[in-house]
């Protein structure tokens, strides 16, 4: 079964617009990744929060984790026809590098 | 590095037949992950490996799935035989502890169809 569930499941955006993606999960987590996937394409990490945190900066990127709430959000600032892709979050338990995706945001930026 | 090499990049193959998929980490790496994206089932973890030691296969879907890396350097995902679900696209990913980084990186993938 999944444990990431990523919502909404297609978001559509005009360039320069943010876009908020979300996370959410049941078990406890060591971390949670957020990775793009370009269509026809192998997933391509983005940006790691690890338990203890609760907000993450890379960039254009912005990530924040609510353990309480089990739940995660993604936010991309200002985006780009370039970030049309699909984003996973992938939660990480105590077992190293094991993670559990979800299902997927399918982000299209119109130009 | 050229990133994590997967090999072949399409297979169409017929019912009953066996399918070798392959996988070349990227050196140095000490985890090697093995995963299957469908549209119904999304990405699921099928087996991965530590210093070439297979550390869980619970996601293996049956007996028809099997997973080898014999070195540090290359592993295979065989199915025999191949069933019409199957079609999938496989990934393998790698990733180092010497770093500390969970980051996992992903190899371009292997689309297979099984008619």
């Known amino acids: 079964s999944q444990q990431g569930e990523e919502d909404p499941q297609a978001l559509s955006i005009q360039e320069g617009e943010n876009a908020t993606m979300n996370c959410s999960y049941k078990?406890?987590?060591?971390?949670l990744q957020w990775y793009r996937q370009n269509s026809g394409r192998g997933l391509v990490h983005l940006i790691l929060?690890?338990?203890?945190?609760r907000e993450k900066h890379s960039g254009r990127l912005r990530v924040t984790l609510d353990t309480s709430k089990k739940s995660s959000s993604l936010l991309i600032t200002a985006s780009r026809a370039a970030d049309t892709a699909s984003y996973f979050c992938?939660?990480?338990?105590?077992?190293?590098?094991?993670?559990?995706f979800g299902q997927g945001t399918i982000l299209t930026v119109h130009p | 590095d050229a990133g994590v090499i997967q090999s072949p990049r399409h297979e169409v193959t017929e019912m009953g037949q066996e399918v070798t998929l392959r996988c070349k980490p990227i050196?140095?790496?000490?985890?090697l992950f093995w995963y299957r994206q469908t549209m119904m089932r999304g990405l699921e973890l099928l087996i991965y490996?530590?210093?070439?030691?297979?550390?869980?296969d619970s996601g293996m879907p049956e007996d028809r799935f099997s997973a080898k890396m014999p070195n540090a350097s290359f592993s295979t995902l065989k199915i025999q035989p191949s069933e019409p679900r199957d079609s999938a696209v496989y990934f393998c990913?790698?990733?180092?502890?010497?770093?500390?980084?969970?980051?996992?990186?992903f190899g371009p993938g292997t689309r297979l169809t099984v008619t």
């Open positions: 929060i690890r338990s203890n945190e």
């Open positions: 078990t406890s987590i060591n971390n």
């Open positions: 990913a790698s990733s180092s502890t010497r770093d500390g980084s969970y980051e996992q990186y």
């Open positions: 050196s140095g790496h000490d985890y």
């Open positions: 992938g939660t990480g338990g105590t077992s190293y590098g094991k993670l559990t």
């Open positions: 490996f530590n210093n070439n030691v297979p550390i869980d």
